[in-house]
Nanobody, 121 residues
Framework: QVQLVESGGGLVQAGGSLRLSCTAS????????MGWYRQAPGRQRELVAT???????NYADSVKGRFLISRDNAKNTMNLEMNSLEPEDTAVYYC???????????????WGQGTQVTVSS
């Protein structure tokens, strides 16, 4: 079973930066897509950014231009650089890895335990 562990969360002032990391217990090259999701209190989980095994990235409109997602297959890590943080970015951030099968019913998602990001005003 693949284990994903997030790190790097914390408390920062608005306008500051944080770098989140996700470390996998196995080769992340096996994940067709990896990404970051977040969930704020009383809100549904939302996509922040994703990156495919081919290097294609996708960002939520709310973080475009501020966040950068990357993956280092050699280190089995995925990172999220967060800049110009806003109070609205406050949430628990989760690491996700997805394997894609020939049939979508066999797609599988792996999740980390989450790391808290709090942005003060």
């Amino acid at each position: 079973q693949v284990q994903l562990v997030e790190s790097g969360g914390g408390l920062v002032q608005a306008g500051g930066s944080l770098r989140l990391s996700c470390t996998a217990s196995r080769r992340i090259s096996n994940f067709n897509t990896m990404g970051w999701y977040r969930q704020a209190p009383g809100r549904q989980r939302e996509l922040v950014a994703t990156i495919t095994d081919g290097g294609y990235t996708n960002y939520a409109d709310s973080v475009k231009g501020r966040f950068l997602i990357s993956r280092d297959n050699a280190k089995n890590t995925m990172n999220l650089e967060m800049n110009s943080l806003e109070p609205e970015d406050t949430a628990v951030y989760y690491c996700n890895g997805r394997t894609v099968a020939l049939s979508p019913k066999y797609d599988r998602d792996y999740w980390g335990q989450g790391t808290q990001v709090t942005v003060s005003s």
